[in-house]
């Protein structure tokens, strides 16, 4: 059972687009979320994180809304670049209890030229 | 200078083998975690350590065992290399509980015949 679940599977768009990336969770002890990047052929790094006290977290290009009510959060990566193209993942931890980090599978992102 | 490394990258095993994989970190950060990335999976965490000396169970610890001799250094012990366990291994290391940025290595990967 994923706790952690992410849509869609894999993405194309083109350069200059906003591409939205959506993750969803079921436990509601979950309280921090981050987002990691990984490159093709690389290790996954932190991109941007939100905790439940926030609504929305925003870094350059990269924005995280989230809809707590429905336990739902989107990555918002506006004016898409080639660069951009990674694979992505949603993450949840819960500061009470085991606190580790549960992964979703990722979204394969491709930005065209 | 890479934070984590893994040693070995690359590894081909024979089935009932032995296989011994080794992380160090020289972020000084108390946690330390053993992933396996698998396509459709996402990473997985299959144990972790608190500190010199701790390890604890993630969330996929059947076949692996893990030894936490330092404060550098967390290996991953597979006492009897099975076929589905092929797969990219990452170690990484947080500096607090649950909401920290987690700092992955490399990764290895791991082939058993």
């Known amino acids: 059972q994923q706790q952690v679940r992410q849509s869609p599977q894999s993405l194309t768009v083109w350069e200059g687009e906003t591409t939205i990336l959506n993750c969803s969770y079921e436990?509601?002890?979950?309280?921090?979320f981050p987002w990691y990047r990984q490159f093709p052929g690389k290790s996954p790094a932190l991109l941007i994180a939100?905790?439940?006290?926030?609504n929305k977290k925003e870094d350059g290009r990269f924005t995280i809304f989230f809809n707590k009510r429905e336990k739902k959060l989107s990555l918002h990566i506006t004016d898409s670049q080639p660069g951009d193209s990674a694979t992505y993942f949603c993450?949840?931890?819960?500061?009470?209890?085991?606190?580790?980090?549960?992964f979703g599978s990722g979204t394969q992102l491709t930005v065209m030229p | 200078e890479a934070a984590v490394t893994q040693s070995p990258r690359n590894k081909v095993a024979v089935t009932g083998g032995k296989v011994t994989l080794s992380c160090n970190q020289t972020?000084?950060?108390?946690?330390m975690y053993w992933y396996r990335q698998d396509t459709g999976h996402g990473l997985r965490l299959i144990h972790y350590?608190?500190?010199?000396?701790?390890?604890e169970k993630g969330d996929i610890p059947d076949g692996y065992k893990a030894s936490r001799p330092s404060q550098e250094n967390f290996s991953l012990i597979l006492e009897l290399a099975t076929p589905s366990q092929t797969s990219v291994y990452f170690c990484?290391?947080?500096?607090?509980?649950?909401?920290?940025?987690?700092?992955f290595g490399p990764g290895t990967r791991l082939l058993v015949l």
């Open positions: 990484a290391s947080g500096e607090d509980r649950g909401q920290d940025t987690q700092y």
């Open positions: 436990d509601s002890t979950f309280d921090y």
């Open positions: 939100i905790s439940l006290v926030s």
């Open positions: 993450a949840a931890s819960a500061s009470s209890g085991s606190w580790q980090l549960i």
């Open positions: 972020n000084n950060h108390n946690n």
């Open positions: 350590s608190y500190g010199a000396g701790s390890t």
